[in-house]
């Protein structure tokens, strides 16, 4: 048996001691190889066993760092080569200019030795999956006698892990402790991942194109604001080949403000007018323009202009599949699926070249009516208006018992994070059988499941549910019934599924699911969808008298407790600290060692007295009283009462200045 090759890295630095020092870091689990200057640098990189990762000095005499990145990002044999800047440039405008010129990451010295090796599994381990990615993309595209199996692949297997690639960054983004470095690479990641969700859901749809089995959803899309995102991205090609790009609307360069709205799909568009720019500035010669034209008639037309000549051999089938010509590397699919992406969405394109005017691609879509516009509003602050309003939205619903089921636990502590607000409590189960049988002890108020589960998938799980509830006198529905009581209506089961055909969408709400969410699901998408079942609803009172008010037949009740502020960093560990002790008196009882029992109770009933939890004082007083007695029977029944008491309060922090 061979070993696995270890994988290469280049390091470049004009100082040995430096080069030394990282080969003292890395040398056990990489090959490496090293150069003390830029031209001899990129010499290694372009020979022919390239290196896999780049760890590259800024400061170097000749072609500095930065100069080396530029040449390696134009070069399309080495443009994927991760490059990480390993620099004592500390200045932000610094860092600022690596990424922009394509680096991947940036590390200041002095260098800490966990964070280099870390900074290097992590993106050889993403390249790797990125390689992985594109090819398989490729290979799916010609692969249709496969299409059904690798459908379950692309939707289940490669969009499970990057549910977290996703969602981690923007938990992670709520702990104001980050620093500025830290927030921007989580941005990337998150970005990335976004970049990887689209390929993998384009390369689904234009199968469904091809097959006329497409479905278009058309919403308002301002496509001004999308040419403007693309020609950020691309702007390092442009300044390769010294192309300027113009934005031109009726005959002006729009301003932030102005809106050329169309009936579309945002990422077809944004897909579409990527690859013809792009293709415009490769096409173009060098230190000419590029101009992205924009009019109205009885459409909205986008023009994109260059001034090269597309060859007179495949002008005729020039949006005909694999057609290229002289393009390295090309596939000969790009403008394939750019008219494929155009006439979905009930438009055209058309082709226009010549000597002497150059190369127009036209794009025809149908304009959104004067009265329907796209959101103007930057995008953060938008999202963090909406999100604002949602959380004010969320604080008056009752306190509810949420489940989710999912077998990835990353999911499920996203998920969970999601949903981290005191009146919402949120419970797990790792399969679907684990999830119906919560769900038959009478506390969840609601369910968000995961179809492609094992031993239970979802789909089978919301069997057992439905049926837990007929047996219960509960009649199913799907949708809020405001003259019930909460706890006596049929429980809102939500599908979560990679999947986003409407024919199995259709059939999960016909078969008793309640509503349908699509994964990598948003956390503004898990709030509006608990808004649309329980929003308006209000069933707990605060505890007073040392007894629940709300308390009705002893069990599986909500306890609203209000608490001192002060204590918010404290409480959630002691909670979780009185269930782990009531395991242990609920063992100790099996053992009937009732001077253990009587221990924890006199020692709880003095903690939660303190932090204002009166009705648990109560309750372990009593079970002080009885392990003294010998009881049981009380003692047990006493046990019970705490654990439901503490599976089903609700915290809510006051200032008692």
């Not at 010295?109 to 381990?125: D, E, G, M, W």
Request: proline share 4%; net charge negative; glycine share 6%.
């Amino acid at each position: 048996m061979t070993d696995t090759p270890k994988k290469r890295i280049l390091i470049i630095d004009d100082a040995p001691e430096n080069i030394r020092i990282v080969t003292e870091i890395l040398k056990d689990k990489y090959a490496l190889t090293a150069a003390t200057s830029g031209e001899k640098a990129l010499k290694l990189a372009q020979s022919g066993t390239p290196p896999e990762l780049i760890l590259l000095d800024i400061m170097m005499p000749g072609i500095d760092g930065y100069e080396v990145c530029r040449r390696l990002k134009d070069d399309g044999n080495t443009k994927d080569i991760p490059v990480i800047f390993l620099t004592a440039k500390t200045a932000i405008e610094d860092e600022i200019r690596g990424f922009e010129l394509g680096a991947v990451d940036y590390i200041t010295k002095p260098i800490s030795p966990p964070k280099v090796k870390a900074r290097v599994r992590t993106h050889l381990n993403l390249e790797a999956a990125r390689q992985k990615l594109e090819k398989q993309n490729l290979e799916l595209i010609e692969a249709a006698r496969l299409r059904e199996d690798v459908d379950n692949i692309m939707q289940h297997d490669l969009k499970g892990p990057l549910n977290s690639i996703i969602a981690l960054p923007n938990v992670l983004l709520q702990d104001q402790s980050l620093n500025l470095e830290q927030k921007e690479s989580l941005k990337a990641i998150e970005q990335s991942g976004y970049r990887m969700l689209n390929m993998i859901n384009l390369s689904l749809d234009l199968f469904k194109m091809e097959k006329g089995i497409y479905t278009f959803q058309p919403i308002p899309v301002n496509l001004i604001k999308v040419i403007i995102k693309i020609i950020s991205d691309i702007k390092g090609i442009a300044k390769a080949k010294d192309v300027t790009l113009q934005i031109l609307l009726d005959g002006h360069p729009p301003s932030e403000k102005n809106q050329f709205n169309v009936l579309a799909e945002e990422l077809l568009c944004y897909s579409m007018f990527s690859n013809l720019i792009k293709n415009a500035v490769e096409a173009s010669p060098e230190h000419e323009m590029v101009s992205v034209t924009f009019s109205r008639n009885n459409d909205g037309c986008i023009s994109v202009h260059n001034t090269g000549v597309v060859p007179k051999s495949i002008r005729e089938s020039f949006f005909d599949k694999y057609v290229t010509s002289g393009k390295r590397g090309g596939t000969g699919l790009g403008t394939y699926s750019a008219r494929l992406m155009a006439e979905n969405q009930k438009g055209t394109i058309s082709l226009a070249t010549s000597e002497a005017d150059g190369t127009c691609i036209s794009v025809h879509l149908p304009l959104a009516g004067e009265d329907v516009r796209a959101s103007d509003e930057p995008g953060d602050r938008l999202v963090s208006r909406q999100m604002e309003e949602l959380e004010s939205r969320i604080a008056a619903l009752p306190p509810l018992r949420v489940l989710i089921a999912d077998d990835d636990e990353y999911s499920l502590k996203i998920l969970t994070k999601y949903l981290d607000y005191p009146n919402l409590t949120v419970e797990s189960a790792e399969n679907g059988k684990a999830a119906a049988e919560k769900v038959s002890k009478g506390h969840i108020r609601m369910v968000f499941m995961d179809m492609e589960m094992p031993i239970m998938d979802g789909y089978q799980a919301m069997q057992e549910i439905r049926k837990w509830e007929q047996q219960s006198g509960l009649q199913t529905v799907h949708s809020r019934a405001p003259q019930q009581q909460i706890d006596e209506r049929p429980i809102p089961i939500v599908v979560l599924s990679a999947h986003n055909e409407a024919k199995i969408r259709q059939h999960c709400l016909e078969s008793g699911f309640s509503h349908y969410l699509v994964k990598p699901a948003r956390k503004t998408e898990l709030l509006e969808t608990l808004l649309r079942f329980f929003e308006g609803e209000n069933f707990v009172e605060t505890e007073k008298n040392n007894e629940p008010s709300n308390k009705r037949n002893g069990t599986n009740q909500q306890y609203l407790v209000e608490i001192d502020a002060d204590f918010k960093d404290i409480i959630p560990s002691f909670l979780n600290n009185k269930k782990e002790d009531i395991m242990t008196m609920q063992d100790a009882l099996d053992r009937l060692s009732f001077e253990e029992i009587r221990k924890i109770g006199h020692k709880l009933k003095g903690t939660s007295s303190i932090y204002g939890f009166d009705y648990m004082s109560t309750l372990c007083f009593a079970l002080e009283e009885a392990a003294k007695n010998q009881e049981t029977d009380t003692i047990r029944k006493n046990i019970n009462l705490l654990a439901d008491y503490l599976a089903n309060v609700i915290i809510k922090y006051v200032s008692k200045e």
